[in-house]
Nanobody, 119 residues
Framework: QVQLVESGGGLVQPGGSLRLSCAAS????????MGWYRQAPGKQRELVAT???????NYRASVKGRFTISRDNAKNTLYLQMNSLKPEDTAVYYC?????????????WGQGTQVTVSS
């Protein structure tokens, strides 16, 4: 069994910052690419950023220069530092991971954490 648990969401004013965390636990042999996705009300889930085991990153254009994705491989934890937040960043943010567990490759999602940017 594998679990991804996000934390760090909340309400913040425009221009503010938040740091999201995603801790993976369970029968994990290794974790490949990890990523953050978000889904705003009435919209499809979209990719925010991804990071490989080696640290290569990829961002959607609208968050480049404001968001930073990172990971701690020893702790199986993913982070998203979000700065200069805008109202359009409001969404439920989901963690995703490509995981090897008990000899099988699987793709897992966290339960999501709400980020609201509003004055």
């Amino acid at each position: 069994q594998v679990q991804l648990v996000e934390s760090g969401g909340g309400l913040v004013q425009p221009g503010g910052s938040l740091r999201l965390s995603c801790a993976a636990s369970g029968s994990i042999s290794s974790i490949n690419t990890m990523g953050w996705y978000r889904q705003a009300p009435g919209k499809q889930r979209e990719l925010v950023a991804t990071i490989t085991t080696g640290g290569s990153t990829n961002y959607r254009a609208s968050v480049k220069g404001r968001f930073t994705i990172s990971r701690d491989n020893a702790k199986n934890t993913l982070y998203l530092q979000m700065n200069s937040l805008k109202p359009e960043d409001t969404a439920v943010y989901y963690c995703n991971a490509d995981i090897w567990s008990l000899g099988y490759r699987r793709n897992d999602w966290g339960q999501g954490t709400q980020v609201t940017v509003s004055s």
